[in-house]
């Protein structure tokens, strides 16, 4: 079973940056789809940018062009790179592996292994 443990977040002014990490452990995460998504207050977990087990890259519209996702093996991490940052990227941001088909990346439902989250707040 893998565990995943994101930090990285904070409060950060609108238009700057920041950097989420996810550290997994209790497996390689070389063989999962490993994804970011995003919870905000009242609404419902949605993706945010995901790198297939073969290499493949998502990114929700929301983000794309801002963010990106990428994975080191050796180290067995995951991260988000989050720039220009506006208000409404401001949410519980949860790091996520899956196996299975990359056509349900973008659905939470599918996800076998979450982390507990790390708040991220834009200021305006």
């Known amino acids: 079973q893998v565990q995943l443990v994101e930090s990285g977040g904070g409060l950060v002014q609108a238009g700057g940056s920041l950097r989420l990490s996810c550290a997994a452990s209790g497996g390689n995460i070389e063989p999962y789809h490993m994804s970011w998504f995003r919870q905000a207050p009242g609404k419902e977990r949605e993706f945010v940018a995901a790198?297939?087990?073969?290499?493949?890259?998502y990114i929700a519209d929301s983000v794309r062009g801002r963010f990106n996702i990428s994975r080191d093996i050796v180290k067995n991490m995951v991260y988000l790179e989050m720039n220009v940052l506006k208000p409404e990227d401001t949410a519980v941001y949860y790091c996520?592996?899956?196996?299975?088909?990359?056509?349900?990346?973008?659905?939470?439902?599918?996800?076998?292994?979450w982390g507990h989250g790390t708040q991220v707040t834009v200021s305006s």
């Open positions: 790198h297939s087990s073969i290499g493949g890259y």
């Open positions: 996520a592996a899956e196996t299975g088909t990359v056509r349900n990346l973008r659905d939470p439902g599918t996800v076998d292994y």
